[in-house]
């Protein structure tokens, strides 16, 4: 039996500790995350945010559908991914901070950067990176990223490593995940609300069931002034 003592600083932890603890979390600069080409956010498109683990095979499974249906709306349809790296995925932080190293030095090759780590995946798993280093894994993923970017990039990939910014952004997204209650990977939310069973895979068709009432709607109001000129 815990004695009442403990169990008065256990409460006291919860109700004086954890709220400060949150309100540390600095507001960041701008909004968390990647924007897909073409499809920024503005008032009259649908939003949708998705959180993806670079190493998760199930947000790697999930995006051609959903870029599918992207490349369908157009710019009817705005897109942000967010880097949300899983514990129990070794490499997946250091994953989420090339991402984030890549948008800083060309925001054009982010995306690219993302599908060769979902098409080569298998070598950043727990089980391949068993027996390797920190260094090894980071300077593989250093010359991974650059393929992305570019050769003439590699030094300053290589030093975005040592750039405590970029840890702190990857934190962010991380921390933005939290707060929104993401809890595994792909984690999708629509207009603000998170879809049920989100990370269930959605099909191209189950994409279209979902956007197809609400871009109808979307664009219903943005053609309304039309009637009056
Ligand atoms: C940025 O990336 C895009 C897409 O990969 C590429 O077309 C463009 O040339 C790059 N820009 C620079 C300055 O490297
Ligand atoms: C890791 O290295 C040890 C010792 O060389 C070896 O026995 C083991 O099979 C390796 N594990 C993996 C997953 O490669």
Redesign the pocket.
């Known amino acids: 039996m815990p004695s009442p003592t403990a169990l008065s600083s256990v409460l006291f932890f919860f109700l004086f500790l954890v709220p400060i603890v949150q309100s540390q979390i600095s507001i960041p600069a701008r909004y968390d995350g990647f924007v897909y080409k073409n499809h920024r956010v503005s008032s009259d498109s649908v939003m949708i945010d998705a959180f993806f683990d670079p190493i998760c095979p199930d947000s790697r499974d999930s995006w051609p559908p959903l870029k599918q249906a992207l490349h369908h709306y157009g710019p009817a349809v705005s897109f942000v991914v967010h880097p949300f790296a899983l514990p129990y995925h070794d490499n997946s932080f250091v994953a989420s901070r090339a991402l984030h190293i890549v948008n800083k ?5 982010t995306y ?1 950067l993302l599908e060769l780590f979902f098409n080569h995946q298998e070598e950043f798993y727990n089980k391949q990176t068993f027996n390797m280093s920190r260094s090894t894994i980071v300077s593989h993923i250093v010359q991974f990223a650059t393929k ?3 050769n ?2 590699y030094s300053a990939v290589a030093s975005g490593f040592e750039d405590r910014n970029t840890d702190l952004t990857t934190r962010i997204s991380f921390k933005y995940g939290c707060s929104r209650g993401v809890f595994g990977t792909p984690f999708f939310f629509v207009n603000g609300f998170a879809l049920p069973d989100a990370d269930s895979a959605i099909d191209y068709d189950g994409w279209r069931r979902i956007l197809e009432p609400l871009v109808g709607k979307s664009t219903a109001r943005r053609e309304e002034p039309v009637h009056y000129f």
């Open positions: 030095l060309n925001s054009s090759a690219d992305a970017v570019g003439s990039f």
